[in-house]
């Protein structure tokens, strides 16, 4: 059980266009989602927390208006990343949680962003 | 957000117990013991907690210090399949509120077969 899922693996954009990540929890609903972001050999970041039915929570520095979140159901989170930048490309990776004990979070397998 | 340290990296041979250390000297009452491995390519797994008790799964092992200052994750029989990053995270637990995850650098775990 537990499973999470993204579509696209991976998607090549032009710079200037937006990509839409899908994200879903395939046997468990989630109040909340997380997105994170990781660079080449870097650790994963958190960049917002997604609750249903209301607006995302961003971490500092990362752009609300550039990576939209979308929390429309308890088992599908949507991040957009508007007019995109080679800058952008990425490693994305989306989170559930499961509100038991300890609140452990299941990963997606990730999406990789790459912007030409 | 209390902080983890832990070796860049370990190298274990196949089929031998590994234990992975993790220092959390400022660990809070409320916090639990995360441990989350990434495979390259992949989206990080969910491995193992705990609070005070040691604890044991399918995966592996989490033996936690007296005072919580100090945990070890412990792969009994590691196989090729657990070369990974080893992340372990201070999550806030049951009767909090839901955070997003803190990774640091993690532990590069090398199998030598």
């Known amino acids: 059980g537990a499973v999470v899922s993204q579509h696209p693996s991976w998607v090549i954009c032009k710079s200037g266009t937006s990509v839409k990540i899908e994200c879903r929890s395939l046997?468990?609903?989630?109040?909340?989602m997380f997105w994170y972001r990781q660079f080449p050999k870097q650790s994963l970041m958190l960049m917002a927390t997604s609750n249903e039915g209301s607006k995302a929570t961003y971490e500092q520095g990362v752009e609300k208006d550039k990576f939209l979140i979308n929390h429309a159901s308890l088992t599908l989170s949507t991040l957009t990343v508007t007019s995109a930048h080679p800058e952008d490309s990425s490693f994305y990776i989306c989170?559930?949680?499961?509100?038991?004990?300890?609140?452990?979070?299941?990963f997606g397998p990730g999406t990789r962003l790459t912007v030409t | 957000d209390a902080k983890t340290t832990q070796p860049n990296s370990m190298e274990s041979n196949e089929e031998e117990p590994v234990h992975l250390p993790c220092n959390h000297s400022?660990?809070?009452?409320?916090?639990?013991i995360h441990w989350y491995r990434q495979l390259p390519s992949q989206g990080p797994e969910y491995v193992i907690h705990g609070l005070t008790s040691n604890v044991n799964n399918r995966m592996a092992s989490l033996a936690i210090a007296e005072d919580r200052k100090s945990s070890t994750l412990i792969l009994h029989r590691a196989t090729l399949r657990d070369a990974a990053v080893y992340y372990c995270i201070l999550g806030i637990g049951s009767g909090g509120g839901a955070d997003g995850l803190t990774f640091g650098k993690g532990t590069h775990l090398i199998i030598q077969p």
């Open positions: 046997d468990f609903q989630a109040t909340t």
């Open positions: 989170s559930a949680q499961l509100a038991l004990e300890g609140y452990e979070q299941y």
């Open positions: 400022t660990i809070s009452g409320t916090d639990y």
